[in-house]
């Protein structure tokens, strides 16, 4: 059974800077897409980025671009969501997810519990 651990998430003002990081066990990902998906209170899941199998495909919603960076290491079956400039809009809680395709919540398999992000204005 996969089972993502989420860590990183905190209270931070608004242009600050956040790390969160996804650590998976159960088997290796590393053929697998890994996103990161966030929601706010009231508000639809939505997809914040992703990272192909190798890697070397990132994608982000466009909001995020130059602001967030994603980025995997297979070693350790881990990604990671580097945030900078944070903005009160970017308040929600922040999920992983793997082995699912797209920017599409419905279609991943595994996730994990999700970790607070909160940003002051």
């Known amino acids: 059974q996969v089972q993502l651990v989420e860590s990183g998430g905190g209270l931070v003002q608004a242009g600050g800077s956040l790390r969160l990081s996804c650590v998976a066990s159960g088997r290796t990902l590393s053929g697998d897409n890994l996103a990161w998906f966030r929601q706010a209170p009231g508000k639809e899941r939505e997809y914040v980025g992703r990272?192909?199998?190798?890697?070397?495909?990132?994608f982000y919603k466009d909001s995020v671009k130059g602001r967030f960076t994603i980025s995997r290491d297979n070693a350790r079956n881990a990604v990671y969501l580097q945030m900078n400039s944070l903005k009160p809009e970017d308040t929600a809680v922040y999920y992983c997810?793997?082995?699912?395709?797209?920017?599409?919540?419905?279609?991943?398999?595994?996730w994990g519990q999700g970790t607070q992000v909160t940003v002051s204005s």
């Open positions: 990272a192909s199998g190798s890697g070397q495909n990132i």
């Open positions: 997810a793997a082995a699912g395709f797209g920017d599409n919540w419905r279609t991943y398999n595994y």
